[in-house]
Nanobody, 119 residues
Framework: QVQLEESGGGLVQPGQSLRLSCVAS????????MAWYRQAPGKEREFVAS????????RVLDSVKGRFTISRDNDKSTSYLQMNSLKPEDTAVYYC????????????WGQGTQVTVSS
């Protein structure tokens, strides 16, 4: 089993930055790809960004391109989501997820961390 724990959320003003962290524990050798999803109030959960173990493949939601960057530190079993130029519409609960290479679905989910962008 794999456990994921997010941190770094909070309340910021528009234009400011936050960096979310996700630490994986347990059978971390099973993890191939890590990603971030978010869910805003009254909306469906949406994909934000993902990255593979070797960092060779990553994807980012079009609406956050140029503002959000995903990275990972395999030595620390940690994934990061650097969020710059935050907008009120980025307000959501952000979830860290992970999966094995052979899986077509995200197998493991964190509890989520709240990000609120408001003046």
């Amino acid at each position: 089993q794999v456990q994921l724990e997010e941190s770094g959320g909070g309340l910021v003003q528009p234009g400011q930055s936050l960096r979310l962290s996700c630490v994986a524990s347990g059978n971390i050798f099973r993890i191939n790809e890590m990603a971030w999803y978010r869910q805003a109030p009254g909306k469906e959960r949406e994909f934000v960004a993902s990255i593979t173990t070797d960092g060779a493949n990553y994807r980012v939601l079009d609406s956050v391109k140029g503002r959000f960057t995903i990275s990972r530190d395999n030595d620390k079993s940690t994934s990061y989501l650097q969020m710059n130029s935050l907008k009120p519409e980025d307000t959501a609960v952000y979830y860290c997820v992970a999966k094995e290479k052979i899986s077509i679905t995200w197998q493991w989910w964190g509890q989520g961390t709240q990000v609120t962008v408001s003046s």
